[in-house]
């Protein structure tokens, strides 16, 4: 299947701070993605959709200003999670979809966000 | 979004036995059904998926069936193995439209040797 690279994997900061994850699609270019958030033993949580050149599109309950997305090409999405808080320590999954790839959505293999 | 119910939310087979995970979804827009797997601190891998216009799909071990009159779908894993010990998670999603994807509420599977 596609290839989809997450970086960084895990990364530990200090509250206040803000950390940037990046999302690639290797082999294929991403007309969309999306970005997800799962905590410990739950389901992942769409957190905001995000389409090259455009301006993402956020979930309810999602602070923009906090989740600034941004899709500058079709093979880079990047989250960074700003001024982080405790609160924000989770795992944040990115997913592309390409175009003639039909439905399928492939996944990177996630970022570990700590926030002391 | 619209909620896709997901059970059990725990399994334990024994190895060489069937698991089985169940599904519900509410919203008649979705036609798209993936179910994908996740080991810890891992993303989500595909499985397997399904359309609306089939009852059911199998890809070696795993099959899912498919019952739209009911709005219901599950995971069928054959002989399963210790090596399937994951979490699985179905899902629904729109082939207009956005397209995000819904996801269960996951089921954590584990097979005993």
């Known amino acids: 299947g596609a290839v989809v690279s997450q970086h960084p994997s895990r990364v530990i900061c200090k509250s206040g701070t803000s950390v940037k994850i990046e999302c690639r699609s290797l082999?294929?270019?991403?007309?969309?993605m999306f970005w997800y958030r799962q905590f410990p033993k739950q389901s992942l949580m769409l957190m905001a959709t995000?389409?090259?050149?455009?301006?993402?599109?956020?979930e309810q309950g999602v602070e923009k200003d906090k989740f600034l997305i941004n899709h500058a090409s079709l093979t880079l999405s990047t989250l960074t999670v700003t001024s982080a808080h405790p609160e924000d320590s989770s795992f944040y999954i990115c997913s592309a979809k390409g175009t003639g790839l039909d439905e399928k959505l492939f996944f990177g293999s996630g970022t570990q966000l700590s926030v002391l | 979004q619209q909620q896709v119910k997901q059970s059990p939310q725990s399994l334990i087979v024994q190895k060489g036995g069937i698991s089985i995970i169940n599904c519900a979804y509410e919203n008649t827009a979705f036609d798209y059904f993936p179910w994908y797997q996740q080991f810890p601190g891992k993303g989500p891998a595909l499985l397997i998926a399904i359309r609306p216009d089939v009852s059911e799909k199998k890809e070696g071990r795993f099959t899912i069936s498919f019952n739209k009159s009911a709005k219901q779908f599950s995971l069928h894993i054959m002989d399963s193995q210790p090596g399937d010990s994951a979490t699985y998670f179905c899902?629904?999603?729109?082939?207009?439209?956005?397209?995000?994807?819904?996801f269960g509420s996951g089921t954590r599977l584990q097979v005993q040797p």
């Open positions: 082999d294929f270019q991403a007309t969309t």
């Open positions: 995000s389409n090259e050149g455009s301006k993402a599109t956020y």
């Open positions: 899902a629904a999603s729109m082939r207009t439209g956005r397209r995000a994807l819904t």
